[in-house]
């Protein structure tokens, strides 16, 4: 803050004479010890020359008591005049340096640097005073004076320390009031800092300080409503509306009063307390009559009170207000609300008085005739007068016309009148209902569509008026009426006792009207007003409306087909009495499906309709997934019927009379011309399921179904021709009295024929199997016919899997022995086609054999003496083994009945001469066998010679890691192949068809 005492007291001595301090100081000084008066020297040193003095003045500095040279800096910003001042209260203070005078001329120093804004020099002088002179009476200054040098350099949080400072050691009630004063505004500009930087709840923390602890201080009020402020800012409506309503309580004369009150009501506002809102508006307008704000006050009170549903009170205020202030702009307006509010009460009393305030006052104005004749007619509409509501607004029209639409009030109450037009024939045609007889039905039906079509005319002519708001909801008030007018006549009175050929023909004139007040015309005008939302971009409640009834529309026009349909799918399914006549069931089939096809392609058409709709308009609600379903459900549905009338004809007896030669011929032309168009028609409709399902992204069970259904009647007809493929080639209907000759002929021609149909059906087979990858086709009939197809052609469609696998080769009945020794007996090229199996070793049971990994067989030989078994002392064994790939981490774990000698591929491996005879039963081991297999075959070769009693038999285990590569099934069904073993282990259930039966042993 600016204005204090010392700026005035001293704030000449800069440019003024040196020489009045200097005799102040002469006539004042006392004595210094020794008698000597100071008056002379301060002289002396006052009359410096000027070259002196400027010499002087380039480097001050105090002596004893100031230790920091001034810079070349702040020098610049003294004057030669204040130079020379502070240089003579240096010496002064140096000649004096307890003069009764020297804490006043200290702190003269200290003004000087103070005017001069050298703020930390002027402390170190005030300092000078606080710790060399603290008995003085200058003290109270210089700590008042150290917290103005920091409030004047923006230090709030040090000004206030030594302003408290000063509360404390002042003595006079004016320095504690005014430190009082300083603390409160440094509180106040340091809360104002923490604002700017953002720091809000450090600024309430500093306002409030100055609240709570100088609530006197004429900046509290300021401080109270900046804390309102700024829980505004953070939101905290609550926080906000008590701080307001604090201001308010303990601070009546604020000239912060009003705005507070204006605050907690738009506090209330937000918080959607609109009646507190309002209550706090009125309060404005009663306590500040002459405020600028009262008229808005008022006005927004009658905004709250509406908002918060209490309608009489909004009226009124709009009311007061439009009276009031009959000359503001929005006066008219405000009028024309409180009529419209009042119309709501259905105040007609207060409606009509609205109604002739209105005219009179605006009566005679062009710009304001169109809106009088407007509310005359609104009035009157409200009071249930149409004709004359439709006199007024025709008025409007007509007196709007004159004018001209450039003026946008006449604009609007024009478009008003004409809307309000349509509005009353809309309702007018809505009170009409339906019903017999027949001629009041009729007389009925045509009122209704003339008032409809007098309401479409009168809102279509709204566009004319160019104002959006207006345009967009005329528009759907079209589109409603046309939805009305199709609902009405779904909703009509039915005659009773129509047969079931009337009510059909009834019931689809219905859906047809439907249909086209729906989805041609309603669905026109609701599309047209979203697109006018899109081009002007402009987003309203009625676009917004519009844009919903987009998927709506046709979705019910297809739904009155779909109950159609249901009704007549009720009655064509009776059936007739076929006497198990396929032909007939047939018959039946078609003549069920020709009478529900168009109406199931209109539904179709309909829904499809609804999701293009919905794709093109982002629209996600449920008639767009219950048209999803229902198209689905109908098109799986036409499918499965074809795919019944294809399974009847194709299990249709065939003529007992018929050969065999015959009834295979009549298969294969069953299948190759007679099912094609009904399979054709059933794969058509399933594939125009999935199409669909892709485009709109349908996931439901109908296209799971439908996938499923393809598969299915695929592999039939593939199956089939499998089934006359392999009877054409293992049993070949030759017909019945051919000759050798003719038989051989014909079995040449049926071999080729099957060959044929056997390529047909493993093409189809790779039909299916593809369409699964694609996703067309899936389930069990899809893994059915990659089943068929890898057991035919595994190398083409099975699954190459090289994997590591653990091998064990054992010894076993496989092994071969002899009971001599030959020539190179012990290599793999040796030839022991000659040898014997071996037999089955034996041991005493008191013996176990022991370290085995897992159980050994043993193997020995020996020859038949007198029809006895006698096992050899000695014996050579062999035995061979495959390595697929090349064998890893191989060890042999072995044990023999005496001195054995074992070789692997040739190489001697092992000799041991068996010390002790009673431990062969332990096993040895023998590791890194790596390098001595090979890939391919491998022969392992072994001598024992017995040397234990009771006992005979080599044991052996030889454990490896070999690569092996397979071809193996991969079912579209699973994630991962079958094994060998797990594919022969499935035993897959065809299909059992009437005239196409198979023999199991053709599918092991």
């Known amino acids: 803050m600016r204005g204090w005492r010392v700026g005035l007291r001293w704030a000449w001595i800069g440019g003024g004479s040196v020489f009045f301090l200097t005799a102040c100081l002469a006539t004042q000084s006392p004595k210094q010890k020794g008698g000597e008066n100071v008056s002379g020297a301060v002289m002396d040193s006052a009359s410096k020359t000027a070259s002196t003095a400027a010499r002087d003045s380039a480097s001050i500095h105090t002596r004893k008591h100031d230790s920091v040279r001034l810079s070349q800096t702040e020098l610049n910003r003294l004057s030669e005049a204040t130079k020379l001042l502070l240089q003579t209260i240096d010496n002064y203070v140096e000649v004096l340096p307890s003069g009764a005078k020297t804490p006043e001329i200290v702190m003269l120093k200290g003004h000087t640097f103070y005017n001069n804004k050298l703020f930390e020099r002027a402390r170190e002088s005030y300092k000078t005073v606080l710790d060399r002179y603290s008995k003085s009476l200058e003290v109270p200054e210089a700590i008042k004076m150290t917290a103005q040098t920091y409030y004047e350099e923006n230090k709030y949080d040090e000004a206030q320390n030594w302003y408290k400072k000063l509360e404390d050691v002042a003595v006079s009630g004016q320095d504690k009031e005014e430190a009082a004063v300083r603390i409160a505004e440094s509180h106040f500009r340091l809360g104002e800092r923490l604002r700017e930087a953002g720091k809000i709840e450090l600024a309430i923390s500093e306002f409030e300080k100055v609240v709570v602890e100088y609530p006197n201080a004429k900046i509290a009020d300021a401080a109270l409503f900046n804390v309102g402020l700024l829980y505004e800012e953070k939101k905290e409506w609550s926080k906000a509306i008590l701080t307001y309503n604090k201001l308010i309580a303990n601070y009546p004369n604020s000239s912060a009063l009003e705005n507070g009150f204006l605050k907690t009501a738009r506090c209330y506002e937000q918080m959607g307390n609109w009646m507190k809102a309002a209550q706090t508006y009125v309060e404005i307008f009663q306590r500040f009559p002459q405020s600028k704000n009262m008229k808005e006050a008022l006005f927004n009170a009658g905004l709250c009170y509406e908002k918060g549903e209490n309608l009489v009170l909004s009226a009124k205020a709009f009311e007061k207000y439009a009276t009031l202030f009959p000359d503001e702009k929005d006066a008219p307006d405000v009028l024309f609300r409180a009529g419209e509010i009042y119309g709501k009460l259905q105040d007609w009393a207060n409606v009509e008085k609205i109604n002739t305030l209105f005219g009179k006052r605006y009566g005679q104005d062009k710009n304001r005739i169109v809106m009088a004749l407007c509310m005359t007619g609104v009035a009157s509409y409200m009071q249930q007068k149409t004709d004359k509501a439709l006199d007024e607004f025709a008025k409007a029209i007509e007196v709007g016309g004159k004018i001209g639409v450039d003026n946008k009030t006449n604009a609007f109450y024009m478009a008003k009148a004409q809307f309000t037009i349509g509005q009353i024939n809309q309702e007018l045609s809505e009170r009409i209902d339906l019903v017999l007889p027949e001629s009041e039905y009729k007389a009925r039906l045509n009122r209704r569509i003339k008032y409809m079509e007098n309401a479409t005319t009168a809102y279509a002519a709204v566009s004319e008026y160019r104002l959006l708001e207006w345009t967009t909801h005329a528009i759907y008030k079209i589109g409603e009426t046309y939805e009305q007018f199709g609902v009405a006549v779904y909703k009509r009175e039915r005659p009773k006792n129509m047969d079931y050929g009337k009510v059909a023909a009834f019931e689809q004139g219905i859906a047809e009207v439907l249909e086209q007040y729906f989805s041609d015309k309603a669905l026109l005008a609701h599309e047209q007003n979203v697109k006018i939302g899109i081009q002007y971009k402009y987003e309203d409640e009625w676009t917004a409306r519009s844009r919903q009834q987009l998927a709506k529309l046709p979705f019910m026009a297809g739904a009155a087909y779909s109950r159609l349909l249901t009704a007549l799918d009720v009655q064509a399914a009776v059936p007739q009495k076929a006497g198990g006549n396929p032909l007939l069931l047939i018959q039946q089939k078609l003549e069920r499906l020709q009478t529900l096809a168009p109406f199931q392609d209109r539904a179709i058409k309909l829904y499809l309709k609804t999701l293009e709709m919905s794709v093109r308009y982002a629209v996600e609600d449920k008639y767009r997934f219950s048209a999803s379903a229902a198209i689905t459900q109908m098109s799986y549905q036409v499918g499965t019927t074809y795919a019944e009338v294809v399974s009847i004809a194709r299990g249709a007896p065939i003529p007992s009379a018929y050969d065999a030669y015959k009834k295979f011929f009549y298969k294969v032309h069953l299948l190759g011309e007679g099912l094609v168009e009904y399979e054709n028609n059933a794969l058509e409709a399933l594939y125009k399921n999935i199409k669909i399902a892709e485009a709109y992204d349908i996931k439901d069970e109908w296209i799971q179904k439908s ?137 005493p049971d008191s013996i176990a054999l022991l370290g085995a990994t897992v159980p050994m067989l043993p193997v020995w030989g020996g020859r038949m003496e007198n029809n006895t078994f006698s096992h050899a002392r000695q014996v050579w064994l062999r035995g061979e083994f495959m390595v697929r790939s090349g064998a890893e981490k191989a060890v042999m774990e072995f044990a023999a009945t005496g001195h054995y000698d074992i070789y692997l591929n040739g190489r001697l491996l092992r000799s041991d001469s068996l010390e002790r005879s009673d431990s062969w039963f332990r096993c040895r081991k023998k590791e890194g066998l790596d390098s001595l297999l090979s890939k391919g075959r491998n022969v392992i070769a072994v001598h024992v010679n017995g040397q234990t009693g009771g006992a005979y038999g080599f044991y052996m285990n030889l454990f490896f890691n070999d690569r092996i590569v397979e071809t193996l099934p991969h079912l579209p069904s699973r994630e991962t192949p079958l094994s060998q073993d797990e594919f022969k282990s499935l035993k897959p259930v065809f299909p059992v068809m009437p005239n196409f039966e198979y023999k199991p042993e053709m599918f092991k």
């Not at 019945?736 to 149909?757: H, I, P």
């Not at 059906?761 to 899936?778: C, F, L, W």
């Open 707 to 843: 996938k499923e259904k393809i598969a299915e009647i695929l592999f039939q007809r593939s199956f089939c021709y499998e089934v006359l493929a392999e009877e054409a080639l293992r049993e070949p209907p030759v017909p019945t009295g051919a000759t050798d000759e003719e038989r051989e002929e014909y079995s040449a021609q049926f071999e080729e024929l099957g060959f044929k149909l056997q390529e047909e059906s493993q093409g189809i087979y790779r039909d299916i199997v593809e369409k699964g990858k694609n996703g067309i086709t899936r389930g069990e009939y899809l893994d059915l016919a990659y089943l068929r197809l890898f057991s035919m052609l595994p190398d083409e469609v099975g699954e190459r899997v090289e994997r590591d696998t653990a091998r064990l080769v054992a010894s076993g009945k496989e092994w071969r022995f002899r009971l001599s020794q030959d020539t190179l007996w012990e290599q793999p090229s040796y030839d022991d086609s000659g040898w014997e199996p071996v037999k089955k070793g034996i041991k």
